[in-house]
């Protein structure tokens, strides 16, 4: 009895630390989880997964939304919005710490997009990396 409350209990803490581990603890993690925020429109979340150099003020962060909301928002929404998306080929600098996912995007009127995704490792997490 002992022996199977024991194996519970670490099956229990076991599915615990997967449960909590990091949604972005890959390079395609990263790129997946941003894609689902792009193809929700939800911009200030995307902002909020990237890197910047330096922390943004709250000011900048609405400002980088809006530009996403003014100049990306109305194209996607021409093309029918985001209908699916799939990740390609991952390539991963010498040094571990910086990578490329190539994707593509199909859009709500059949057309594609391919492109790519610069990434960086950060405390430990992948972010899309804004360049800023």
């Known amino acids: 009895m002992k022996k199977m409350i024991r194996l519970m209990a670490i099956a229990i803490a076991v599915v615990a630390m997967a449960a909590c581990g990091s949604k972005t603890s890959s390079p395609e993690a990263a790129t997946e989880a941003f894609l689902k925020t792009y193809q929700k429109g939800d911009y200030a979340a995307l902002i909020d997964q990237m890197y910047f150099k330096q922390v943004l003020t709250e000011e900048e962060r609405n400002e980088f939304?809006?530009?996403?909301?003014?100049?990306?928002?109305?194209?996607?929404?021409?093309?029918?919005?985001?209908?699916?998306?799939?990740?390609?080929?991952?390539?991963?600098?010498?040094?571990?710490?910086?990578?490329?996912?190539?994707?593509?995007?199909?859009?709500?009127?059949?057309?594609?997009?391919?492109?790519?995704?610069?990434?960086?490792?950060?405390?430990?997490?992948?972010?899309?990396?804004?360049?800023?």
Do not use: C, H, R
């Open 65 to 132: 939304v809006e530009i996403f909301q003014a100049k990306d928002a109305p194209e996607v929404e021409k093309k029918g919005g985001i209908a699916s998306y799939e990740l390609g080929e991952v390539i991963m600098a010498e040094d571990g710490q910086k990578a490329v996912v190539k994707y593509t995007i199909t859009y709500g009127d059949g057309s594609s997009k391919p492109d790519d995704l610069d990434l960086v490792l950060v405390d430990g997490e992948w972010k899309p990396n804004s360049g800023k």
